[in-house]
């Protein structure tokens, strides 16, 4: 079974700095999708970007990008010039399949703090 | 239209009651998944219909019923709950060959089983 992982339960960041969540996957394919949500206080599931594994280029959509390491298995999120909107609990997740009905797996997620 | 939209947003019932949650998207697509989310925790697979045929049953209790009418509407029937099925209940959606991969989602009913 695909299982993710989050190591960080929570981080802070300064308003208009960085910040980079880290996330690890365990899969035996080879071509598989991968995701980050961000969920805010409101609770609706908003995806911030996705990665298809067979694409080496790295993810960017506006100020987030991702760090895709297929071989370490490695799916990190930066988080570039933080804003206080971004304050929500961050899930990375796995996809082994675009097919319908497919699952979508998710890690134990990070809590992001933006200070003012 | 890129919404998924569930009814009742919140819900507190009884254990002997019997309500339903309501999922409903225009988007055309051909999956709909109902996950469960206790508070601080991820979301956990449910369900999953796939072209309207019950395709995941992640071995949830039968006091959890599902049904999908028809490719847009899915519902969760619910019956002789416990307090800890108390948890917010995710409806999402995805297209199916040829998208880009992800699951929409609508923005969850609150339930609370008294």
């Known amino acids: 079974a695909q299982t993710v992982t989050q190591s960080q339960p929570e981080m802070s960041v300064q308003e208009a700095e960085t910040v980079t969540l880290s996330c690890t996957y365990d899969?035996?394919?080879?071509?598989?999708?991968l995701f980050w949500y961000k969920q805010p206080p409101s609770r609706q599931m908003i995806l911030v970007i996705r990665?298809?594994?067979?694409?080496?280029q790295n993810a960017t959509e506006n100020r987030f990008s991702v760090n895709f390491q297929k071989a370490a298995k490695s799916f990190s999120l930066k988080i570039s010039d933080s804003q206080l909107g971004d304050a929500a609990m961050y899930f990375c997740a796995y996809r082994r399949s675009k097919a319908a009905g497919n699952k979508l797996t998710f890690g134990g997620g990070t809590r992001v703090l933006v200070k003012p | 239209d890129t919404e998924v939209t569930q009814t009742p947003k919140h819900l507190v019932m009884g254990m002997t009651n019997k309500k339903s949650l309501k999922c409903e998207q225009h988007?055309?697509?051909?999956?709909m998944y109902w996950y469960k989310q206790k508070a601080k925790k991820p979301p956990e697979l449910m369900f999953v219909y796939s072209y309207e045929k019950l395709s995941i049953n992640e071995s949830v209790p039968s006091r959890f019923s599902p049904e999908c009418p028809n490719s847009s509407l899915l519902n969760l029937h619910l019956h002789a709950l416990q307090p800890e099925d108390s948890a917010l209940y995710l409806c999402?959606?995805?297209?199916?060959?040829?998208?880009?991969?992800?699951?929409?989602f609508g923005e969850g009913s609150r339930l609370t089983v008294l």
């Open positions: 899969t035996s394919e080879s071509d598989y999708y």
């Open positions: 999402a959606s995805s297209q199916g060959q040829g998208d880009t991969g992800e699951l929409f």
């Open positions: 990665q298809e594994a067979y694409k080496q």
């Open positions: 988007m055309g697509h051909r999956a």
